[in-house]
């Protein structure tokens, strides 16, 4: 029999060994994956984690990646310390993609000094309104706001291709489902750094990434706005006691993930593609949960545990074109670093003991709310 | 059957548990014979909980033996009990309350009886011992007596030689409470032994015919209930009358008109098990002690949630004020502000975060203040942390390091930190939900020391306590909340352990009358 | 006409019916495993590789099952043994199991194969319209078999009792003598196998192809019929038909050439289930019927 007992007390050090010890160890499981696939464990490993760093450009890119990334996984990092989960980031980030995109197509001309920051704007009102929805119905009805927040994905991918299928679409465009490009002033230009230049496909994107990503560690640790969630999500009837609202709570950080998803679709498309289509993202609302626990729920760890998460996602690319290994391979990479994560977190909550002896006794209780 | 009255059903000997250093049943001789009713009669936390989990196998003894007809056993597990004979009844029930009556019943049967043959069984032994049931009526559906019966009946069908019932009728109501007595006295009849927990003074009177009396995990006596005085239990159950010279000093602003005032105040039950609070009253005055005395599950919980604020949407009715206006419709922060401070029972996630750090528990209860969250909301840690440092030094907080987490606080520093914080900003009215409770005897007498020298400033304090004795010390007034109403308070000088145990054991009822 | 709009409807409420059954009995006993979407796509692919492999749909199909009970398993090893928290761990087996299944899949893109052929049964297939509930194929008339003997086994047997049990209250259970952990993993198990029919049901049905993340959303779905059934099996069937038929809306509408654009359409099952969660959201979570113990964790008592 296996058996978890409850520690009283966990280090500091041990939770910074629980993110290391879990990439290390997916790391080691992808690579018997890829020797079950019959693959070269080793070279396949090499193309995933090395070959993505070796050139100057490939870790432009990785920033890139990393960017949507760093932004929706801040912004998951509140919801999931409220213990609210919300799911459905990718429909926030597309909802957010259209607001701005909406700005970048029909602002009159004598506008455009204001383009971007309006853009901004437009992204983030589209995405928090589509986060709204779970939190109103939470709020109001004690609705589910994982389901509910999925569904809104769906229906948010319906929505893009309805628009550039339709009403968006640009009548030059010979059939293809595209809106027209955004104006020049809607487009964020590449990224020029001090002694290396351009840096692959980097933008300047980054810079407002780094920026949510601070903004948001001061929020949660220096604000007490911050404290709230984090009292909220961690002792609910604390919260109450010290007369903090919990609907007021589940309402903010839903808004703020969601406003930070359309953010991250805002950015994308400018940066990126510079106007839209059907597909906007590539799981990107999904990949930041993963994210937002490898950080292990701190907005400042974020910007490390996307770069290490973006690194799988190009190493996936490198590792198709070189060795032909298929990119979903990313995927099952990401599913095992979750799993990786939730045991380690068992590990430093928990005493692992294996007995097998039956032990009779003392009754206590182990239930713990979700 | 005819029980050999001469060997006793279940004898203890020398029997003695232990939790660390804490010695919850010392040295305990007990002896229960069939065809008898036999009560265990004691204060909270006295071992009558310890020592019938120690019979049913839930525990095992330190020291000591039990004997079962005479001969020695050792009980390992509640199943093992079941397989002797013993059966228990919890204060809290173990039902489902999706699962009907008969489902309930299978569960605890061997497999292969049928639903059909289990509801008939029902049907005859709830018919036989007067408890009406239905077996097809759900769990959740019924009244808790009716789930007691349940509870019972799961119990009868095993055929026990020894039933437990642990403060069986705590969540009765009178009427329930004396169709149960008829279901003892047949069991008795029938030859089973039973015993019966309880610290309310007229059942045992009633139903009983023996009572061991235990008190602080020593065993007092075993007398004949039927002939000692109800008044003569309450003395055994509480103990020797109080040296007068330890109490607080009297109430220095004498005429002062009461700071706080709770008027009629009723908030129904949120649960099976929460307790409904009827017409509750209370004032209290500048520099005064008020202590509010009962057995936990009286609606002690309840009344907290009330005053502090956390429960201002369930309040139906009454008026609740400070100085004359009215606090009722205001949250626990701004009450707070209005200098109404509240340390409530729970440490551990309720009035502190354990997984948080000692700044950010000081933090939990002053984001008000101007020092240490700026207009702009922005949280100043130096101003928190030395809040936090200002509390541990004011209060003999002892921690490992500068500002650790919570959680790795011993209960009785923590608490010290808890009343501390809520005490560091001078407040005018406190109250204090067990103050000592689980708590090492110098860092009690801390407290309490530090509880007395606020009342020089002109704070109002409210106690709400199990312990008597500390009750008996520091209060100036002390009331009763028995079954979630409040008794008229009573000068303390006049209390004696024994009139107030009197009343919190239901039998003197200056606490209102009970419905019959 | 008719019949043709009714056997789409139904063929689409297979796959929920099927997958949500099996998560009503995990639910049931405690557990929600949100991996469902990923689970089916397991079953998915194995249904189809399986299938393309041996050339016979029905070991297609016990492939798809074994796929759906496996990644179950993992489910249950990481909630059950190692306590962790469960909406976490059910988003992780989605991730997982979809990308595992498109890696599984890749080579088998392009593919074709023979699904399951439809049962004709005599006279009553000769019906108009209600003809077509017999010209279906095996697993469907399976998958109200299975709906059956779930609804059979939950509430008229011990096995079932115990089920509820551990769901209701497992402390109480505990202490009773029945392991909690056990009789849960059994159910994850049976969730799981069940998804991975429902995923089977996908590419052995529905279109004979495999698709990287065929299931678009099914499985989300699925979850939320759970919640429409309020925990009874008989009631999922009508919740799945009438997901049924709100899906096949967009089919209806093209073919009577109304104005709306089909992307509208093809939210009405997403919005659908949204409302269907607003409406069983009012009242308390045990008026709805969801187990009490819904997502909690247990650790036995040492």
Same mark, same amino acid.
């Given at each position: 029999m296996m058996r978890l007992t409850p520690r009283p007390y966990v280090s500091p050090h041990q939770l910074l060994l629980v993110p290391v010890l879990s990439v290390l160890l997916s790391i080691i499981l992808g690579g018997l994956i890829f020797a079950a696939l019959g693959y070269n464990a080793l070279d396949a490993l090499y193309q995933f984690f090395v070959a993505p760093l070796s050139r100057p450009d490939q870790i432009g890119n990785l920033f890139v990646k990393a960017c949507p990334l760093i932004i929706i996984g801040t912004g998951l990092v509140f919801c999931y310390r409220a213990n609210i989960w919300n799911i459905g980031a990718e429909g926030q980030l597309i909802f957010g993609a259209l607001g701005a995109g909406w700005v970048a197509l029909y602002l009159p001309e004598s506008w455009h000094f204001m383009m971007l920051p309006l853009m901004i704007l437009g992204g983030m009102i589209a995405g928090a309104s589509l986060a709204a929805v779970p939190a109103f119905l939470k709020t109001r009805f004690q609705t589910n706001e994982i389901l509910v927040s999925l569904m809104l994905t769906y229906v948010a991918g319906l929505v893009i291709d309805w628009l550039v299928r339709g009403p968006w679409r640009d009548p030059m465009s010979f059939g293809f489902p595209l809106t027209p490009y955004y104006p020049d002033a809607a487009l964020i230009g590449k990224l020029s750094l001090p002694v290396v230049g351009k840096l692959g496909q980097l933008h300047w994107g980054i810079l407002i990434a780094l920026c949510v990503s601070g903004l948001g560690w001061f929020i949660l640790s220096r604000t007490l706005a911050g404290f709230k969630v984090r009292v909220a999500g961690d002792a609910p009837r604390a919260a109450r006691f010290a007369g903090f609202s919990p609907n007021i709570v589940t309402f903010s950080v839903l808004l703020v993930s969601g406003a930070l998803a359309?953010?991250?679709?805002?950015?994308?498309?400018? $940066?990126?593609?510079?106007?839209?289509?059907?597909?906007?993202? @590539?799981?990107?609302? @999904?990949?930041?949960?993963?994210? $937002?626990?490898?950080?292990?729920?701190?907005?400042?760890?974020?910007?490390?545990?996307?770069?290490?998460?973006?690194?799988?996602?190009?190493?996936?690319?490198?590792?198709q074109i070189a060795m032909g290994i298929p990119k979903v391979v990313t995927g099952v990479f990401k599913g095992i670093l979750l799993f990786m994560l939730l045991a380690g977190e068992t590990i430093t909550r928990y005493e692992l003991s294996f007995d097998l002896r039956m032990t009779g006794g003392k009754m206590s209780r182990g239930d713990a709310d979700v | 059957m005819s029980p050999d009255r001469e060997i006793p059903l279940l004898t203890g000997r020398h029997i003695s548990k232990r939790f660390g250093t804490f010695t919850a049943n010392d040295d305990i001789n007990f002896d229960i014979h069939a065809g008898e009713i036999h009560a265990l009669l004691g204060e909270n936390g006295a071992g009558k909980s310890t020592f019938v989990k120690l019979v049913y196998g839930l525990l095992s003894p330190d020291e000591g033996q039990f004997l079962w007809h005479g001969a020695p056993v050792e009980i390992r597990s509640p199943q093992a009990a079941r397989d002797m004979g013993i059966g228990m009844v919890f204060q809290h029930f173990s039902l489902f309350d999706v699962l009907s009556v008969a489902e309930n019943i299978q569960l605890a049967l061997p497999a292969g009886i049928s639903l059909s043959e289990v509801k008939e069984r029902v049907i005859t032994v709830s018919a036989e011992y007067g408890m009406t049931l239905s077996p097809d009526a759900r769990v959740g559906d019924l009244s808790v007596g009716e789930q007691q019966r349940v509870e019972i009946l799961r119990c009868l069908l095993q055929n026990p030689s020894l039933l437990i019932l642990d403060e069986p009728t705590s969540v009765l109501t009178p009427q329930e409470a004396d169709q149960l007595f008829a279901v003892l006295r047949r069991l008795r009849d029938d030859g089973c032994a039973i015993l019966f927990i309880s610290h309310k003074l007229d059942e045992i009177k009633a139903l009983t015919s023996k009572a061991t009396i235990l008190r602080a995990g020593k065993k007092v006596t075993t007398c004949d209930s039927a002939s000692t005085s109800a008044k003569e239990l309450a003395e055994l159950m509480v103990g020797a009358a109080l040296d007068n010279s330890m109490r607080t000093p009297p109430v220095l602003h004498k005429g002062a008109d009461s700071l706080f005032c709770v008027a009629q105040v009723s908030r129904p039950a949120a649960t099976a098990f929460a307790t409904a609070l009827q017409d509750i009253s209370l004032s209290?005055?500048?520099?005064? !002690?008020?202590?509010?005395?009962? !057995?936990?599950?009286?609606?002690?919980?309840?009344?907290?949630?009330?005053?502090?604020g956390e429960a201002i949407g369930d309040v139906t009715a009454g008026k609740i004020e400070l100085d004359g206006v009215s606090v009722a419709g205001l949250g626990p922060d701004m009450r707070r502000q209005k200098g109404m401070r509240c340390v409530p029972e729970e440490r551990n996630g309720h009035g502190a975060i354990i997984n948080m750090s000692l700044s950010e528990n000081a933090l939990l209860t002053a984001s008000h203040e101007p020092d240490n969250v700026s207009a702009s909301g922005l949280v100043s840690w130096v101003k928190c942390h030395a809040l936090s440092r200002k509390i541990i030094g004011s209060y003999d907080v002892r921690t490992p390091h500068h500002d650790p987490l919570a959680g790795s606080l011993s209960g009785g520093n923590l608490q010290k930190f808890m009343i501390g914080r809520e005490m560091m900003s001078r407040p005018r009215l406190l109250i204090v939900a067990q103050p000592t409770w689980g708590v090492d005897i110098g860092a009690a007498q801390a407290i309490?020391?530090?509880?007395?020298?606020?009342?020089?400033?002109?704070?109002? !304090? !409210?106690?709400?306590?199990q312990d008597l004795e500390e009750l008996l010390v520091m209060s100036h007034r002390i009331c009763v909340l028995n079954q979630g109403q409040l008794s008229e308070p009573l000068p303390a000088q006049d209390v004696t352990a024994e009139s107030i145990g009197l009343m919190m054991g239901g039998i003197t009822n200056s606490v209102s009358e009970r419905a019959v | 006409m008719y019949d043709e709009l009714l056997l789409t409807v139904l063929l689409t409420s297979v796959p929920l019916i099927l997958a949500a059954t099996g998560e009503l009995v995990v639910e049931r006993s405690g557990v929600l495993n949100l991996g469902v979407e990923g689970m089916m796509l397991m079953g998915a692919v194995a249904g189809f590789g399986v299938t393309s492999l041996s050339g016979s749909p029905y070991i297609g199909m016990l492939g798809g099952a074994t796929a759906g009970a496996l990644t179950a398993a993992l489910f249950g090893f990481f909630v059950l043994g190692l306590a962790t928290n469960q909406v976490a761990t059910g988003l992780a087996l989605t991730i997982f199991g979809t990308g595992l299944s498109g890696l599984i899949g890749a080579p088998l893109v392009g593919q074709a194969i023979d699904g399951l052929p439809v049962f004709i049964v005599p006279l009553l297939s000769d019906i108009p319209v209600l003809g077509v509930l017999f010209r279906l194929d095996l697993l469907a008339y399976l998958s109200i078999g299975?709906?059956?003997?779930?609804?059979? #086994? +939950?509430?008229?047997?011990?096995?079932?009792? &115990?089920?509820?049990? #551990?769901?209701?209250?497992?402390?109480?259970?505990?202490? +009773?003598?029945?392991?909690? +952990?056990? &009789?849960?993993?059994?159910?994850?198990?049976?969730?799981?196998?069940?998804?991975?029919?429902?995923?089977?049901?996908? /590419?052995?049905?529905?279109? /004979?192809?495999?698709?990287?993340?065929?299931?678009?959303?099914?499985? %989300?779905?699925?979850?939320?019929?759970?919640?429409?059934?309020?925990?009874? /099996? %008989?009631? #999922?069937?009508?919740?799945? &038909?009438?997901?049924?038929?709100?899906?096949?809306?967009?089919?209806?509408?093209?073919?009577?050439?109304?104005s709306v654009s089909p992307q509208f359409l093809s939210m009405l099952p997403y919005l659908a289930t949204i409302i269907v969660l607003v409406a069983m959201s009012r009242g308390g979570r045990a008026e709805r019927g969801a187990p009490a113990q819904l997502g909690r964790i247990f650790l036995p008592p040492r």
């Open positions: 359309g953010l991250a679709g805002m950015v994308e498309v400018s $940066a990126n593609m510079g106007q839209l289509q059907p597909q906007i993202s @590539f799981g990107y609302g @999904f990949t930041a949960i993963i994210v $937002a626990f490898l950080a292990r729920l701190n907005p400042a760890a974020v910007i490390l545990a996307a770069l290490i998460v973006a690194l799988s996602e190009l190493g996936g690319d490198s590792a | 209290v005055m500048s520099g005064e !002690i008020l202590g509010i005395a009962g !057995i936990a599950g009286n609606g002690q919980t309840e009344l907290m949630e009330v005053l502090s309490r020391a530090a509880m007395r020298r606020l009342l020089e400033d002109g704070t109002a !304090i !409210i106690i709400i306590s | 299975l709906v059956a003997g779930t609804s059979f #086994v +939950l509430f008229r047997t011990r096995a079932g009792l &115990v089920i509820r049990a #551990v769901g209701d209250n497992a402390t109480s259970a505990h202490a +009773l003598g029945y392991s909690v +952990l056990k &009789v849960r993993f059994y159910t994850v198990m049976f969730g799981g196998m069940m998804a991975g029919l429902s995923g089977a049901y996908l /590419p052995l049905v529905l279109t /004979p192809h495999w698709a990287e993340g065929m299931t678009a959303g099914r499985g %989300w779905i699925a979850l939320a019929l759970v919640v429409f059934a309020s925990w009874q /099996p %008989w009631r #999922v069937v009508g919740g799945a &038909v009438l997901f049924g038929g709100v899906t096949i809306m967009q089919l209806a509408g093209q073919a009577r050439g109304w």
